[in-house]
């Protein structure tokens, strides 16, 4: 099987995990941090951290068009948390002039769990994820307040005041766009990464 390079947008948010949890499960992994970074890639990720400064780096470095550009030509892409909301076509909640990458046709809301349980972790299960419920642990998470025709739901919060959240899902015009509002990252559990790592070589 041949191993699928892996771009890891670098210019904010919590890439070494990603990087990590990739190259553990035998990707090759770059980082992606110029639009040329993008040339080669079999798959993208886009890590945890802030969105609202991921957008402005992305802009100020010139890579949002060509990743914009990339994704909606089929990339192949996972985003965890910010990672989520940069791929989401609709933000709410965002800051003013906030754009994304898009190309999932799902709303979210930013920072949507509220101050009292902003951050905390539940076991949920995960379609697609074989092997037992994944432990997710949620930092000023979002949640995805509404998707489109075509989105499938892959994982909602159980239990407690977000009750039936939906907290990942896995969309775009042939399935292959992947977020998550969590950090499957920061876990050591691998499988939804490995779950991208499928998507992308049933692409290539
Ligand atoms: N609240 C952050 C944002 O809006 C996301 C938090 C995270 O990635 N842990 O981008």
Known sequence: MTTPVIGVFALQGDVREHVRTLEGIG????????PEDIDGIAGLVLPGGESTTMY???????????LRKAVAAGLPAY???AGMIMLADTIQDGIDGQHTIGGLDIVVRRNAFGRQ????????DFAEVDGGPVHAVFIRAPWV??????????ARVEGGPADGRVVAVRGGADGQLLATSFHPELT????VHEL?????????
Request: glycine share 8%; aromatic share 6%; with cysteine.
């Open 27 to 34: 990707a090759d992994v770059v980082p992606v941090r110029r």
């Open 56 to 66: 402005k780096l992305a802009a100020a470095f010139d890579l949002l068009e060509p």
């Open 79 to 81: 985003g965890s948390c």
């Open 117 to 124: 349980v902003d951050s905390f972790e539940a076991d949920l």
């Open 145 to 154: 307040e509404d998707i489109g025709a075509g989105v499938q739901v892959l």
């Open 188 to 191: 050591g559990d691998a499988r």
């Open 196 to 204: 991208f790592l499928r998507m992308v070589r049933e692409r290539s």
